[in-house]
């Protein structure tokens, strides 16, 4: 088991985020003893930001913790934090060539009080002791020398209910000159439905003043916040050359902070329950439709596995989302599933997202401008499936191909389109 170390850091953002900063380090081989998730969780540092589950504000959630997986973090985080959840932890680490079961993650969220947990994994091939880049598929040559590498990172949240809702940071050195100040800050993001939503302050806008004193730091932003709540506010902007003035009510916080696992221990007990009934219940039901195929698939599997050229004749086919799909819910966690392919070690599942379109649904899909989201390789011995958060309410396309342990590909799969529509 190879083990990895991080560090939880980095300035604050007071009231609505916690800037990350992760970093790694790496660590002499060792094996876990129990659960890796507890065993290299790291909570964020107090000289940093105060532990968010002890702040007033903390909206009580009765609901399943939410798992959200990811092919990229940074993205995953920001959209968490404008649905106004805050990090306190993380846990990050190697795991060599073993999966680490979901059950050991929600037992962790449930042990620590966590909401919602955005978690990545990925691994690469390693041979003869050389492990090329992440999600770089080396040529595979000698399947005995095959070894596969994980690496887990989860960061962990919960959901506060923003006095003003803007995510800030200080004014870069070209913007200090603009403005001659060094006192002002700039508005990163909005939280959605937050007062400044409402009052639409933008990302991008500089502010200047609350009720005429500007906002110096972001802790000093939060202590005259806190000081003011559900006042009405005078909030005093600059947007590109334009003083802009807002007159905002500030939401209050009744103080329910969250004691440590207390509201989600019974809840997340089931839910692991639950999990291992629906995998038992999942490989069940695929071994039974594996049974009802063998009659068909047995003639195609003796030929194709003896020749290159049968392999890369073939095309994955793809199962669920459908071509078209409109998926109307938050958060948009994208369940892909497809057949399993014959001699498959690997597939690769690409994702975009479109980036320009006409603004009806009569258009030729082919001529639009898509953007590669990711591009991911799924162990082809435990899965035909990969879950990943997808950015942003629109449409987005998949497909998929496999690779044998020679490095065959076959034809990458048709694309299939899907809408995300919150």
Do not use: C
């Not at 560090?7 to 007071?14: H, I, P, T, Y």
């Not at 990811?70 to 649905?83: L, Q």
């Not at 200090?176 to 937050?194: E, F, H, P, W």
Request: charged share 25%.
């Amino acid at each position: 088991m190879r083990q990895k170390a991080a560090f939880l850091s980095g300035g604050s953002v007071m009231p609505i985020r916690l800037r990350l900063l992760i970093g790694w380090l790496a660590l002499p081989l060792a094996a876990y003893a129990n659960n890796p998730y507890h065993d290299f969780y790291q909570q964020v540092d107090p000289r940093v930001a105060p532990d968010a589950r002890k702040m007033p504000g903390v909206i009580l959630q009765n609901g399943p913790i939410q798992i959200l997986k990811t092919g990229d973090m940074a993205v995953a985080f920001r959209e968490a934090v404008r649905h106004g959840y805050v990090a306190f932890g993380q846990s990050i680490f190697n795991s060599g060539g073993k999966i680490v079961p979901d059950e050991d993650l929600l037992k962790q969220a449930q042990a620590v009080g966590a909401q919602m947990v955005i978690v990545t994994n990925q691994y690469w091939v390693v041979f003869d002791g050389t492990a090329p880049p992440p999600l770089q598929l080396p040529t595979l040559t000698r399947t005995a020398d095959r070894d596969l590498v994980y690496e887990y990172g989860a960061v962990y949240f919960v959901r506060r209910k923003p006095r003003l809702g803007v995510v800030t940071k200080p004014l870069d050195v070209v913007q200090r000159q603009k403005y001659q100040s060094n006192s002002m800050l700039a508005v990163d993001d909005v939280i959605d439905g937050s007062p400044a939503f409402k009052a639409d302050i933008l990302p991008g806008d500089i502010l200047a003043s609350v009720n005429g004193q500007p906002p110096f730091l972001e802790t000093v932003l939060d202590k005259r916040l806190s000081d003011l709540e559900g006042q009405e506010v005078d909030i005093e902007l600059i947007r590109g050359d334009q003083h802009v003035q807002k007159r905002v009510r500030l939401d209050s916080y009744q103080v329910t902070s969250l004691t440590q696992g207390e509201s989600n221990e019974s809840l997340a007990k089931q839910q692991i329950a639950d999990l291992a009934k629906q995998q038992i219940a999942d490989l069940e039901a695929e071994v039974e439709q594996q049974k009802q195929r063998i009659a068909e698939l047995t003639t195609q599997l003796s030929t194709r596995l003896q020749s290159t050229e049968g392999f890369t004749g073939l095309k994955p086919v793809l199962r669920a989302p459908s071509s078209g799909s409109l998926l109307p819910y938050y958060p948009r966690n994208l369940d892909l599933d497809w057949e399993k392919v014959p001699g498959a070690v690997v597939y690769q599942v690409e994702t975009e997202i479109l980036i320009s379109h006409r603004g009806d649904e009569s258009f030729d899909w082919t001529s639009l401008e898509w953007r590669p989201l990711s591009k991911e390789y799924v162990d082809a011995v435990d899965a035909n499936h990969y879950s990943i958060f997808f950015n942003g309410a629109n449409w987005g396309r998949w497909r998929v191909l496999a690779i044998d342990k020679n490095g065959n590909r076959t034809q990458t799969s048709d694309w299939w389109l899907f809408r995300f529509t919150k």
